[in-house]
């Protein structure tokens, strides 16, 4: 197993061989526009720093190479290295919510503008690393890709069934105000896009009965409307 390790410059990094950077100076994402691929595109596009990303196939080959899990071990997008991290020295970061946390962090937008917030914040985030974006995977699965052929019917109406719910919870958030907590945060740069999914990718609009959560219907539209967003989801190309 690899093991993920700190180095003194962005050309020590195992992956800068495999991805060379054209821009050493400038924070490098590995990724794949996903739901959490784009979290990250979409925060450094809000952000306007900035940045060189580097497509990582959804392959063993990319993913599971040695110079991918040098970064991230787990075999997931996003990474980043941001060479000018933490007292002048670079850092590799994976995991999406990590990362938002730690680009809102360096650059103090995006988090709130008191204690409180940043907590409600948080919380939002959490939420949808433990629920949105497992049981929408799962969701997806079942619904859409390999896991559809499985005749047994009670997976997918499990997902179908907590996807609901989720979407409840959301839809019930939303109800007096236009963004998670009040002004527009990485709380719904991390679940938005798991809610684009939802017609974007997994096609079960009927399923899930997107129809009964009008809160959550003009929360995609509002997301899906900001340039920040429709230029996330294009970086990095699926192509290419």
């Known amino acids: 197993m690899v093991k993920q390790q700190d180095y003194a410059t962005l050309s020590d990094y195992p992956i800068a061989k495999r991805w060379p950077a054209q821009h050493p100076e400038r924070l490098q994402l590995y990724s794949f526009p996903t739901p959490n691929g784009v979290k990250i595109s979409i925060m450094l596009e809000e952000l306007g720093v900035d940045y060189e990303v580097h497509r990582v196939r959804l392959t063993d080959e990319d993913v599971k190479s040695d110079a991918f ?82 005749e047994d019917p009670r997976p997918r109406e499990r997902y179908i069934n907590e996807a609901k719910r989720l979407l409840a919870v959301i839809d019930a958030a939303l109800a007096d105000q236009e963004w998670l907590v009040g002004e527009f945060s990485i709380a719904d740069i991390a679940v938005a896009p798991w809610l684009q999914t939802l017609s974007k990718f ?19 539209a509002r997301f899906d409307a900001r340039d920040a967003v429709r230029r996330g989801w294009q970086i990095p190309s699926r192509e290419g």
Request: charged share 20%; net charge neutral; glycine share 12%.
């Open 69 to 150: 899990l040098s970064l991230n071990p787990n075999n997931k997008i996003p990474a980043i290295i941001d060479p000018n991290g933490p007292d002048g020295k670079p850092l590799g970061l994976f995991e999406s919510g990590a990362i938002l946390l730690y680009l809102a962090e360096k650059y103090g937008k995006l988090l709130g503008n008191s204690a409180a917030e940043r907590l409600k914040i948080t919380q939002w985030l959490m939420f949808q690393i433990g629920g949105v974006g497992p049981m929408f995977g799962q969701l997806g699965y079942f619904c859409a890709f390999a896991g559809k052929e499985i």
């Open 202 to 220: 997994y096609k079960v609009d009927d399923q899930v009965e997107l129809h009964r959560f009008p809160h959550v219907q003009a929360y995609i």
